[in-house]
């Protein structure tokens, strides 16, 4: 099988603060886990857990890039917040998509910058 990764994609029209990115995140990679194929995540955490955070500028370019991975028969997470610290309740923060082979995610979100 190909090499494994999972993308972070956060939403960078928000103004969040560094902690709050980190929280938002890691709920999203944890909730791409769940949504993800046992013996896939398996072979993903005995190859060290490959993880990207990628910068999306709008909710409507989170939602497209995920419905492109999910196109793919990739699994994906969407957050949203429930608004006790820095967003509105229910703002959608950021996704992920993966574990899943790099090739494949790369297809999806390839041009996309770093965090």
Known sequence: MADLKQVILIRS??????????AQ??????EAVFNSNKKLVDK???????????KISSKEELLKYL???EDM??????????????VE?????????GPGP???IDKVTGEL???
């Open 13 to 22: 029209d928000l103004g969040m603060s560094k902690g709050k990115i980190a």
């Open 25 to 30: 995140a890691a709920h999203a990679s944890v």
């Open 44 to 54: 993903w955490h005995r190859s060290g857990m490959k993880k990207i955070a990628l």
């Open 67 to 69: 419905s492109m991975a």
């Open 73 to 86: 028969d990739l699994s994906i997470s969407k957050i949203t917040d429930a608004g006790h610290t820095e």
């Open 89 to 97: 309740p229910g703002t959608l923060t950021c996704g992920a998509i």
């Open 102 to 104: 790099e090739g494949q």
């Open 113 to 115: 910058k770093p965090l």
